[in-house]
Every structure is written in structure tokens, then in C-alpha cells.
């Protein structure tokens, strides 16, 4: 049988704990080599905080022995119970995280450090209750800190140490104790409410009640205790009854026992329900702990036929686990003198989980075979703490499931401590955007933590962000461009594209067709009819495309894939000087290869003067010797030989899907500094382009520098953002395909 140590309701900073003593108890459930690892952090703790004292006058080190009581009452691990002895070493002593990393090992130097990054929580300030803004501020704030806290431990040691601190608030002033009750209402009983360790929920919930409001608190105490009394033996009588009972359905060895009743609970069913206090059915409370789930049921059947029970108080928690996977049964039913009394029925082990949560897991994962169900289990809790209310709809519990655990998140600071909720790849321009639109169309860089960081960057959780501005600014159009990363969540991309929209028309036409011949003439793509490329893209005129490329509202990667499509079709028009070959199909062509009109298999090569690539409009040209010769159509060689020789110039068109990379030679043109080769390398090697040839002329004169590289390119597609992104690098003037 299951027995759960430690009454701790009720202790004070007069509750000394005497450390040899304390060491003797844990030697039952501990381990040697667990108790000299306990020993040693006792040792070093005592010393490194020798001649510290609290408020109450006790010496410092009995707050964190009382700590790590808790702890061991919660059955955590041995690094655990080290670590809560240690949990204020590394920020109020000499003693640092590598010396306990040194002396206890990495454990438990992970759990002391991640203790210590917790204590952000102090920036919380004391919130109003009607004030929603802030209560979701609260929630943001809960979610940083267990997503800060790499391991779930963490968390607990910061609930025990809390636990405590409530516990010994009498001895603060009156504004302290205020602003930490709410604090400890708003972030941390939550947080044990969400781990499922209940009895330190309530302690923190009703101690925290006591001070926000110690004249209903008193009340509500006082409605309990006039019935105390009255109450203890009517529960006693009933638990004979129902003892008896059970034992003639052959449970023998069920324990029963009157359950307390929380006075925040009592407050808050009056207030959700809006009744008084005579109408909370569950002042009176008993607990049956059974063996096994079979047991559960007959248990309740014995409830149900021997006493009536009372409609919409019925909830079966074993068939449907809470989220937390809490596992029980709860039912109300009216006993002996029509007084009413709710019944909780539970097996040994759903009753330990019950009470110490997560943290009842840890000890199965102390030495000896790991358990990979134990583990999984762990693991769904730990994403579960994330979730804002305890969700009873099935199809509502899928939904919240699908969306809060599966969706990555971040959590953020203003440079006033506010916690800013994104989604996790936003930059700094995403974060200003979160936060008002003129500052993102204001934003020129940014600050995190401290130092400048580029747009791009990618936000982490806990970081501070600070946006720097100018007095009249306006967004960029490369930061709707995807390739570059500037922003990464819609909201942002939808608050740049609606300013854009906003600009007089004729503007916003002359800007989209310079965005669209600007990344044309960048791929070497010439002889384009806008007006069949805006008609094939569904748009009624040239100028309405324009201004969907302006303000983005179609795709960069969209128009240049139709415009290869466009080469395409065109090509499909044979201008072939044979009419016998007329109608005839163009040779099969594995896939990235060439289809020749009105001819079988010919040698064929792309030609070296022009280099085309799959997307290019293309002829061929049938040279002696050597097959045939492809050229892109606006090469000056094809151009001069179809003057001299137009029987000679075939249309041809590229395979179905290329395969291969093609050369193609790229032109840069940069004021000289230094990095600027290297630099552009990177752009390259990060999207995994091959470099064959390079070539670099350098004007003193104007500081000037022009540089050619010939690079190995899959597509016109991969083309585009391989010189999109070089053309923001600092100092660059223009990237553009070579012209042959």
C-alpha cells in the first residue's frame, strides 16, 4: 500500500530542522552513495552560506534545507535534492556553477544553473485581476519560464522553493507580501496545477488567498471551522457506513479518510458557480483508495446504490484522464441526514500520481532499467504544460493538442519586461511588427541583449529585444522577399504588403515592373511579353500585374517558373525551313536534356558562349562536325549565324525535368572592401552552389571592383535567389547574369 509522506501545512520559519536529523530520516528511502551526494551539498551549502540570515532571523541555510524537504517529500532524485540544497549558492555566494559542476557533477550543476536563470520571474510585477491584457502576460510568462527550464526538475525546485517563501511572507512588509502573493497566484500555483502536484497547489493557492484577501479568507475559515466539529464526526460515522458496505462486495482492504477542503477552492466554486457557501457540496469529502481499477467501479456502485446521488457532480477522470493525467472518479452523493458529501475513488498508484504529479515519475528513473514508457509519458507531460485550461470536450482536447504542443513557440522580452508570445524563426522585424506597425515600418536594426544583431536573426527564447528606429521610415520591398529571411510570420508580411497597397497606383506600377525586368535582367531572360505573361497568370492587364508584384501578393518563385513555362510553349512553334518535317515531334530527351524538332538522335551540346540553362528560350544551331549547338535566343552568336545561315537555326526545347546543374557565368559589380570575396562564397556555399571559375579586375580609381564567377545552377529558379541574396550583401551595386 501506498502511503504519501509529509503533512506540510501549517510549517513557519519556526519549523527548525535539525540537518543530522533530517539526513537519519532519508536513510530509509536513499542509497549510500544518494546520501553522501545529499551529505557533501549539505556541507558545502552550510559553509557557503555561514552568517547569512533572513528576515526572520533564521540563518539562511534553513531555507534552503527546508527546500529540499519538500523535494524529498515530492520523491525526487537524489541530483535533485542536491541541487535544491544548492539552489542559491551560485547567485548569493562566492561559489560558482563550474566549482559545483567540479564537485556534484554536470546533473547537478544543470539544475542549479537552470534555478538561477529562473530568477526572472522577480521582473513580474503585481497584477490587477480584471486587467486581461496583463493576465495574458501572466500566462506568457509561465510558458517562458517552462520553456527556459531545460529540464522539467527545474521547475519543481523553484515550486518548493516558493512553497517555502510563502510560508515564512508574515515577516515582510506589507507591499512585498502583497506583490509576492499575487505573483505566486498568477505564475507559480498554476504551474503546479499543471504538473499535477496538488498539494503544493493548494498550499500555495490558499496562502497566497490569505494575503491578497485576509477578511474573506477569514470568513470562509471561519464558515469551516464552526462546523469542524460536526463535520469530523459525521465523516467518521459515514466511513463506517460505507466500509461496511464495501466489505460486503468483498473490498476488504480499501483505505478511507476524510479528504481537507481547500478555502481557495470553496472561494472559487462560490464564485464560478455564484452560489453560497451552503451550496458546495464538497466541504464534506472522503477518499477511497482501492486496488485496482475493477475495484473502482464496484466501489462506485456501492456509492450509487446506497445513497442517492446528486445530478452534474459526476465526473469519471479514469475513463478520461485529465490532461496532466490526473485519474480519478468524483461523485456527490446526499448521506446520513440529507447532508451532502463528495466521494473521490481511486487505486494506490492513481493516488500517488495525483498528489505528486510529474514528479512521482522520478524515482522510477533513479538507477537500475530505464523505462521507455515512463520516459514517453514524461515527455507528453512536459509538452502538456503549455496548455492554458484543462479541456473536457474530446474534440476540443485534439484541437488544443494539434495547435499548443505541435506549434513551436518563443518567448521574448521588451526592453520594459513585457513577454512578447511568437512563433518561433521570427526576427526582430517579425518582434517589431508584434508590437505596432509604425515601428516596423520605422525599424532600420536591432538590439539583443545588448548587442546589434542583423534583421535576419533569429529570436530565442528569453531574449530581450530592442528595435532601433528612424523618424520617417518605410518598409523595404526585399522584405517580403522569402530568400532573404527578413520576416517570418504573416502578421508582419501582411502589415509590409498593406502599406505597399497604399502608394498611388501609377508609383506602385512603375515599382513592380522595375521588380520584375530588374530580377529578368538579373537572369539573363529577355524578349518577355508582359502582357501573355499577366494573361497566363491570371491577371487582366501588364499593369495589374505590376502591382501584385509590388505589393507581393504573388510569389517571386510563381512568375519565374511561368516564365520559363512561357519559353516553353513558345518554343513548341516550329520554325523549321524542311516542310517534309513539319508536324514531326521533337526527339525523346532524358530529363534536363534538349529536344530537337524534325530530327532523330543527334549529337548535341550546350553551346559555351552564352552557357543556357533549363527555363532559357533556346535554339539550336547545326554546325559541322558537331551536332547540333544550343544557344540561348538572345546570343549574339545565334543572332549573327541566323542572318548568315537561317536554314541552319532549328528550334529546340529543354526536357521535362532537369536533373543536372549547368554553368552559368554571373557579374558582380561592388565598391572594394575587405571580406567582399569571402562574403559572397558563403552566400554560395549556403545554398550549395559549385563555383568552377572565378575571375576578379579591381579600379584603384574609383574603388570599384567587378568580379565573374562561373557557378554550376539547377534552374532559373535557384538562379534568382543565389543573386537575390548577393545583392544585399554590403557594398554590392549590382548582380546580374552575364550578358554574351
Not at 507559480?188 to 503544493?200: D, E, K, T, V, Y
Not at 461523485?331 to 498508484?349: C, F, L, M, S
Request: net charge neutral.
Amino acid at each position: 500500500m501506498v502511503s504519501i509522506t509529509g503533512k506540510r501545512s501549517g510549517q513557519s520559519s519556526k519549523d527548525f530542522l535539525d540537518v543530522d536529523t533530517w539526513l537519519h530520516a532519508l536513510e530509509r528511502e536513499r542509497s549510500e552513495p544518494e546520501l553522501a551526494l545529499i551529505r557533501r551539498a549539505c556541507d558545502v551549502a552550510q559553509n557557503a552560506h555561514a552568517g547569512q540570515y533572513r528576515l526572520s532571523g533564521e540563518p539562511y541555510f534553513q531555507h534552503v534545507l527546508a527546500v529540499a524537504n519538500i523535494v524529498a517529500e515530492l520523491q525526487l532524485d537524489s541530483e535533485t535534492v542536491a541541487a535544491a540544497i544548492l539552489h542559491d549558492v551560485a547567485e548569493d555566494t562566492p561559489v560558482t556553477i563550474e566549482q559545483i559542476r567540479e564537485h556534484f557533477g554536470d546533473g547537478v550543476a544543470r539544475l542549479v544553473d537552470g534555478v538561477t536563470k529562473m530568477k526572472l520571474i522577480q521582473a513580474f510585477k503585481a497584477l490587477s485581476e480584471k486587467d486581461k491584457q496583463e493576465r495574458s502576460q501572466a500566462e506568457n510568462l509561465r510558458k517562458m519560464l517552462l520553456a527556459m527550464a531545460e529540464d522539467v526538475r527545474v521547475v519543481l525546485i523553484k515550486l518548493a522553493d516558493r512553497t517555502h517563501n510563502m510560508r515564512t511572507l508574515a515577516v515582510l512588509p506589507e507591499d512585498k507580501r502583497l506583490r509576492i502573493a499575487r505573483e505566486t497566484l498568477d505564475i507559480f500555483a498554476p504551474l503546479a496545477n499543471r504538473l499535477g502536484i496538488w498539494q503544493l497547489k493548494w498550499e500555495l493557492e490558499d496562502m497566497s488567498f490569505r494575503y491578497l484577501d485576509p477578511d474573506l479568507y477569514k470568513k470562509i475559515a471561519g464558515m469551516l471551522d464552526e462546523r469542524r466539529t460536526d463535520r469530523e464526526e459525521y465523516i467518521r460515522r459515514f466511513s463506517d457506513l460505507l466500509r461496511a458496505e464495501l466489505e460486503k462486495v468483498g473490498i476488504k482492504d480499501a483505505v478511507i479518510s476524510g479528504r481537507p477542503k481547500h478555502i481557495f477552492s470553496i472561494w472559487r466554486k462560490m464564485e464560478r458557480k455564484q452560489v453560497d457557501y451552503n451550496k458546495i457540496y464538497d466541504v464534506r469529502g472522503l477518499r477511497i483508495l482501492v486496488g485496482s481499477v475493477a475495484e473502482c467501479y464496484t466501489a462506485l456502485g456501492v456509492v450509487h446504490s446506497r445513497w442517492q446521488f446528486i445530478a452534474g457532480e459526476f465526473d469519471d477522470y479514469i475513463a478520461t484522464p485529465k490532461e496532466n493525467n490526473y485519474r480519478s472518479i468524483h461523485t456527490a452523493v446526499i448521506g446520513p441526514d440529507g447532508k451532502t458529501v463528495e466521494i473521490q475513488i481511486r487505486t494506490h498508484q492513481m493516488h500517488e500520481h495525483n498528489e505528486l504529479g510529474v514528479a512521482a515519475h522520478w524515482r522510477y528513473k533513479e538507477g537500475g532499467k530505464r523505462d521507455a514508457n515512463i520516459d514517453n509519458k514524461i515527455n507528453l507531460l512536459r509538452q502538456l504544460l503549455q496548455w492554458k485550461d484543462e479541456i473536457s470536450d474530446a474534440a476540443e482536447f485534439v484541437e488544443q493538442f494539434r495547435s499548443e504542443v505541435f506549434e513551436e513557440r518563443v518567448y521574448v522580452f521588451t526592453p520594459q519586461g513585457k513577454v512578447i508570445d511568437m512563433r518561433r524563426g521570427a526576427t526582430p522585424l517579425d518582434f517589431a511588427y508584434h508590437i505596432h506597425t509604425e515601428l516596423g515600418h520605422r525599424c532600420r536594426g536591432a538590439k539583443v541583449n545588448g548587442r546589434m544583431v542583423p534583421l535576419t536573426y533569429t529570436l530565442q527564447t528569453g531574449e530581450q529585444v530592442e528595435i532601433l528606429t528612424v523618424k520617417a521610415g518605410t518598409p523595404s520591398r526585399d522584405w517580403l522577399n522569402p530568400h532573404l529571411g527578413y520576416v517570418n510570420t504573416p502578421r508582419a508580411r501582411a502589415k509590409i504588403q498593406n502599406w505597399f497597397r497604399q502608394l498611388d497606383r501609377d508609383q506602385t506600377i512603375v515599382e513592380g515592373r522595375e521588380i520584375l525586368e530588374r530580377e529578368l535582367r538579373r537572369l539573363g531572360a529577355s524578349q518577355v511579353n508582359y502582357d501573355r505573361l499577366a494573361s497566363e497568370l491570371q491577371y487582366n492587364a501588364a499593369d495589374d500585374l505590376f502591382v501584385a508584384i509590388a505589393h507581393n501578393d504573388i510569389k517571386q518563385s510563381k512568375y519565374i517558373a511561368t516564365v520559363q513555362r512561357l519559353f516553353h510553349i513558345q518554343d513548341k512553334v516550329p520554325v523549321d525551313p524542311h516542310p517534309a518535317d513539319v508536324g514531326k515531334r521533337p526527339s525523346r530527351a532524358t530529363p534536363g536534356e534538349v529536344r530537337i524538332y524534325g530530327i532523330g538522335n543527334v549529337l548535341s551540346h550546350l553551346a559555351s558562349c552564352c552557357s543556357p540553362v533549363p527555363g532559357d528560350d533556346i535554339r539550336g544551331y547545326i554546325t559541322q562536325g558537331r551536332g547540333i549547338s544550343v544557344h540561348r535566343s538572345d546570343c549574339p552568336n545565334i543572332l549573327r549565324n541566323a542572318s548568315r545561315s537561317p536554314e541552319r537555326v532549328i528550334p529546340v526545347e529543354w526536357g521535362t525535368t532537369a536533373q543536372h546543374t549547368y554553368p552559368v557565368q554571373v557579374e558582380i559589380q561592388a565598391f572594394d572592401r575587405h571580406g567582399l570575396l569571402r562574403d559572397i562564397s558563403a552566400v554560395l556555399a549556403n545554398e550549395r552552389i559549385a563555383v568552377t571559375g572565378a575571375h576578379t579586375a579591381s579600379d584603384a580609381s574609383n574603388n570599384l571592383v567587378r568580379m565573374q564567377f562561373t557557378v554550376e545552377i539547377p534552374d532559373l529558379s535557384a538562379l534568382s535567389r543565389v543573386l537575390a541574396k548577393i545583392a544585399q550583401l554590403p557594398n554590392v551595386l549590382e548582380v546580374h547574369r552575364a550578358a554574351h
